[in-house]
């Protein structure tokens, strides 16, 4: 089954009607349309079971927007298949001389998702079901399994429309997309006015426009509040690291990290934090001492009046873990709406799979997918268990870690479809493990950056995840700006248990006095809530232009630290750079294509970097290639996680990700792919095996004049 949206205006008008850039001019290349006997082949190739619609460019565009604002749409037509039998398309593809591409909903900030002759949006796949372990521990085979649209299924759980966001912008948004409810007290402080002057002298950012272009409406970014906090002067003192020791244990006691402060007087920072920022309420108070977290409150365990039920921290889960099937055309975010608004059993215990944090497609299944239950469960590959592909000579087949008889052949392809699956096939469903998750105990500290005292939070926050036990996720990032206003420092924490379990990891992280902490948010939430946390405090814009950078470092030395502070405080307003405690469960899998040293890394480092489409400021690129190159380079180990590669990345780039794996990949490409079909991807070869371009297969930009 399949839409096919056909036409092709001028590229220029698309450009000039990215949300907030008005006036922009754009070189872009002129191509023709699709051949009119090629698109009733098409059709023709697809009777019955397609429902074929021929509309105008206006929704043509709509189908082949992409959350990054400067990707310039080339492709002739796109097709919205329903099932694997968009295999057809394939062979369309193969027998004309045309390049397929496959949009999944994810980012799709590298732009190949839109670089095709055809692309092939699998938006339509949307299935969504959730099973217990058989007897035995087995499941239901994709195989055994039609897709929703023969079965009449449709998910549940869906997210609300956030009417707040979608108010904000011009064109319509994916539900998915929308994150600001995550913690409402982030979004009061992240959309209030901006903090107080800064006494310690530390300078905002300044954004730099392109001269030739105009810029309407408010930028994308909203500024940080101070509405309720009480400010005091820069402490520029270092304190000590409150050090946890091998297995999460605490080389002295959890508290003792903050039992005075320097002045000798009791100090606790849950408390000192400003008014925003108190400590965690006892479990056993009432359903509103939980925070603000909507989807908490409402869980059928807290409904109608009473107290805080104290099993809710404690419930036990029917099952060690559960089997989630869903269509290619799903993002993360539906797949976890669904399967914590349909819990197994009747303990009300929501399950789910270890993906990456909101908002991204459900391709990080195929490319890695590291997330708040990564260092717990693996990556997001390590619970895939089966997957329904097409090949690129059009067969449809189930590759998975069962071995079916006659289908030795597709060993090879299990072990390459986890790590780099979009280059050797196109998956429409699939199938992982999913894993109980009844309530978690995270949040953010947030903390003004200033290059002063930074270095000294980054060391805290490094001691303190030392020997940090699997079930801790920690993060650090420092986000520059919006424009004229405070850059920070936000501390990210997610313990997948309850407060009890989780609260010495709070006190030690917490426990830095070098600066005056902004909010302290930690609280029990719903893993779904969490989720989302990531994207609210980047405040990410679909349609800003963005790049994105990565890498898997093997330690976090002083000098990385002080190097990378330094370089921080002069990039552009819209940076954001991250370090993730990286290793626990990641280690354990070792049957995939991602190599060894990359599981065994430390942390895992990005340069997030978005930016208004009014702005030509070449810094947003090379300050992260240069953070790369000079400061982490050294402590690197090989590339990144196959699923952070993003636009221009160099063929030695993509090959270190893969590391001693890549010759074996190499080899399977050109089984699987002789002729180079799925060339629109992160593949960094040509179907001789010669390395090409970045931007032989990536679409043009916006070029300014």
């Known amino acids: 089954m399949a839409c096919i949206y056909h036409g092709y205006q001028s590229r220029l008008d698309a450009a000039n009607r990215r949300d907030d850039c008005r006036e922009t001019t754009t070189s872009v290349p002129t191509l023709p349309t699709l051949a009119q006997e090629y698109f009733d082949e098409l059709k023709l190739n697809i009777p019955g079971r397609f429902t074929v619609a021929v509309i105008t460019s206006m929704f043509f565009d709509e189908h082949t927007r992409l959350f990054n604002g400067n990707v310039l749409n080339t492709s002739k037509a796109v097709v919205l298949p329903l099932d694997a039998q968009m295999s057809r398309i394939i062979i369309f593809c193969k027998k004309h001389g045309l390049f397929p591409s496959v949009k999944a909903g994810g980012y799709g900030t590298g732009g190949w998702a839109i670089n095709g002759d055809i692309v092939i949006d699998l938006s339509q796949i949307q299935d969504i079901d959730i099973e217990p372990p058989q007897l035995g521990g087995g499941y239901t085979s ?51 006015p901006p903090l107080p002057l800064d006494e310690s002298g530390e300078q905002p950012r300044r954004m730099l426009f392109h001269p030739s272009l105009t810029i309407d409406g408010p930028g994308s970014s909203t500024l940080p509040s101070a509405a309720l906090i009480t400010t005091t002067t820069t402490s ?28 000798g007087s009791s100090h606790s920072p849950i408390s000192d934090c400003g008014p925003w920022n108190v400590a965690p309420t006892p479990v056993s108070s009432r359903v509103t001492a939980w925070g603000e977290d909507v989807a908490l409150s409402s869980h059928p365990l807290l409904a109608g009046e009473g107290d805080v039920p104290p099993h809710l921290t404690r419930p036990v889960p029917p099952h060690t873990h559960a089997y989630v099937s869903f269509g290619a055309g799903v993002k993360q975010k539906e797949v976890d709406s669904f399967t914590a608004a349909n819990p197994l059993g009747d303990s009300n215990v929501p399950y789910h799979v270890p993906f990456s ?11 890695g997918g590291f997330g708040f239950l990564s260092r717990l469960h693996g990556l997001s590959i390590d619970s895939l268990v089966e997957a329904e592909v097409v090949l690129a000579d059009g067969r449809i087949t189930i590759v998975s870690e069962k071995e079916y008889p006659g289908e030795s052949y597709f060993r090879d392809l299990w ?10 096939c196109i998956a429409t469903r699939y199938k992982a493990r999913a894993y109980p998750v009844p309530v978690v105990f995270a949040g953010n500290l947030i903390y003004r950056f200033h290059r002063a005292t930074a270095p000294s939070l980054l060391r805290h926050f490094r001691d303190c995840v030392k020997g940090a036990p699997r079930e801790l996720y920690a993060n650090v990032l420092l986000t520059a700006g919006p424009a004229d206003q405070d850059s920070l420092v936000v501390i990210q924490m997610c313990y997948v248990g309850p407060k009890e379990q989780g609260l010495e990891y709070l006190q030690a992280l917490s426990s830095w006095t070098g600066e005056r902490c902004l909010l302290n948010e930690v609280h029990e939430k719903t893993f779904l809530s969490q989720q989302d946390s990531v ?19 093997s330690s976090l030395p002083d000098e990385v630290i002080n190097k990378t502070v330094l370089e921080f405080a002069d990039t552009p307003v819209g940076c954001t750079w991250l370090f993730e405690l990286a290793g626990g469960a990641i280690i354990d899998y070792e049957e995939t294509c991602v190599a060894k040293a990359q599981r065994e890394a ?20 090379t300050s992260a290639e240069e953070w790369l190159r000079e400061t982490i380079k050294p402590v690197a180990s090989g590339g990144a996680f196959p699923s952070f590669l993003g636009r221009h990345e160099v063929p030695a780039r993509v090959a270190a990700s893969f590391g001693e794996n890549w010759e074996r ?26 390395e090409i ?11 300014f004049p």
């Open 142 to 192: 994709l195989r055994d399994t039609a897709s929703s649209m023969s079965k009449g299924k449709a998910p549940v759980g869906e997210p609300h429309e956030d009417t707040a966001e979608q108010a904000a912008g011009n064109d319509p948004v994916p539900i998915a997309w929308f994150y600001s409810k995550a913690s409402t007290a982030i979004a009061s402080f992240l959309h209030g």
């Open 236 to 263: 520029e003192r270092e304190s000590g690291s409150g050090t946890l020791t091998s297995g999460g244990s605490s080389s002295r006691s959890p508290w003792s990290a903050f039992a005075t402060n320097s002045a």
């Open 357 to 367: 944090a909101h908002p991204v497609g459900a391709s990080v299944m195929l490319l």
């Open 415 to 424: 072990w390459g479809l986890r790590g780099s699956g979009t280059a050797l």
């Open 535 to 553: 994207a609210q405090v980047l405040r990410g814009k679909r349609g800003n232009q963005w790049f994105i950078r990565s890498a898997l470092i």
């Open 602 to 621: 430390a942390f895992t480092i990005a340069a997030l970097h978005q930016w208004e489409m009014g702005i030509d400021d070449p810094r947003c690129v």
């Open 665 to 690: 990949l190499v080899a399977l490409k050109k089984q699987y792919d002789p002729t180079g079909l799925f060339r629109n991807t992160f593949w960094p070869l040509d179907k001789d095996g010669a």
């Open 693 to 703: 371009d970045p931007s032989e297969h990536e679409p043009p930009e916006v070029v």
